[in-house]
Every structure is written in C-alpha cells, then in structure tokens.
C-alpha cells in the first residue's frame, strides 16, 4: 500500500498551502465565504489525493459550512463560546487527536486542520479590543 502521509505529520502542506490555509482561515473568521471558497480552490490544486489529503479538504469544507449557516443550532463550532481558555482547550483537544496514532490518516489531517483553525481564533482573540472581552471577572 503506497503512502505519501507520514504518521506523525502531514507532508500533503507545501509552503504555498501553509500561506493559502492561513488567508483561508482568515477569510473564515471573517465570514468572507466567497474568499474562503477560492482560497479552498486554490488548496485543492495542492493537496495529495490521500486519506489524509481528503481528511484535510474535508475539514476545509466543514469551516466554509459552518461559517455560511443562518442557524447554530447544530453547528459545534458556532456554539462553543470562544473565550481564550475555551479556545485553548479546544486547540489542545484537537493537537491530542491530530496526533493519536490510533486515528487514520484522514482523522489525523481532519483535526489537524481543526487546530489550526482554533490557533486563528486564538490569535483574533488577543488581537480584538479589551473592552468586548465580556468573560473578563477582575
């Protein structure tokens, strides 16, 4: 069985993936789906047609729909309150699973995904005013 996929990293990224996966992520944060939408273009046309690329592009996919829905009601990532620790929890829920070895391929480039979608937010997080920080109890 042929294998492109290491099984601690995924070799799918490409310098020029990394850069298109951080405008994509942006463009999500921002709800720009149409930007999102072309920047996942642009991902597919460099992603490896492995498990663990189709793993990759799944969760991609994933991030545009939950960005476009009217409704949270289902959506996991809509409803969590995205506070810095909340968000750090995430993050490191899903470094854990990106990382499990007991996880496919797919799985593993799936939450790796996942992660770096979080470290955006995290980083939108430190980055927005202090006085809409509504968690702040000091």
């Known amino acids: 069985m042929k294998s492109s996929v290491g099984s601690k990293r995924r070799k799918d990224s490409t310098p020029e993936t990394d850069d298109e996966l951080d405008k994509f992520y942006q463009a999500v944060v921002e709800r720009r789906i149409a930007d999102a939408e072309k920047e996942l273009d642009l991902i597919r046309t460099s992603v490896q047609p492995t498990e663990s690329g189709k793993g990759y592009l799944k969760a ?37 699973q990106a990382a499990n070895s007991l996880h496919a391929d797919y799985d593993r480039a799936y939450f790796k995904v996942l992660e770096g979608y979080t470290v955006r937010l995290e980083r939108e997080e430190k980055t927005q005013p202090k006085s809409t920080a509504r968690t702040k109890t000091d």
Request: positive net charge; hydrophobic residues 30%; glycine residues 6%.
């Open 60 to 96: 991609c996919e994933g991030l545009i729909l939950t960005a476009k829905a009217n409704s949270d009601k289902y959506l996991y990532l809509s409803k969590i309150e995205k506070t810095p620790k909340q968000l750090d929890e995430l993050r490191k829920g899903f470094a854990r």
